[in-house]
């Protein structure tokens, strides 16, 4: 059973640096595949902060985040990672892992983590 476990979530004040983790087992994907990181804010829906494709480490960011936050991995570890720099209130919300790629017989297939939560405040 894949798994995706997220941490480093807690209260950060303003102007802060936070570092998330994604631990995840091994995926079972044919080849490539990605690692995203979304958040769901208080009002809004979930949205895509961050994505990284695994086989040449492409990144791209939301426009919200871009020069902020920095998304990075360890394939020998299992380990996905979301360093967040500058934090504002506005980045308050629960952060969630998502590892997507195609499985044999499945086709496209995504799994989550249960999340973490982020607030920033003073």
């Known amino acids: 059973q894949v798994q995706l476990v997220e941490c480093g979530g807690t209260l950060v004040q303003p102007g802060g640096n936070l570092t998330l983790s994604c631990a995840h087992s091994?995926?079972?994907?044919?080849?490539?595949?990605?690692i995203f990181w979304y958040r769901q804010t208080p009002g809004k829906g979930r949205e895509l902060v961050a994505s990284?494709?695994?086989?040449?480490?492409?990144?791209q960011y939301a426009d919200s985040v871009k020069g902020r936050f920095t998304i990075s991995g360890d394939s020998a570890k299992n380990l996905a990672y979301l360093r967040m720099s500058y934090l504002e209130p506005e980045d308050t919300g629960v952060y969630y892992c998502?590892?997507?790629?195609?499985?044999?017989?499945?086709?496209?297939?995504?799994?989550w983590g249960r999340g973490t939560q982020v607030t920033v405040s003073s």
């Open positions: 091994d995926l079972p994907f044919s080849t490539s595949y990605a």
């Open positions: 998502n590892a997507a790629g195609p499985v044999i017989g499945s086709g496209l297939t995504d799994y």
């Open positions: 990284m494709h695994k086989h040449d480490r492409a990144t």
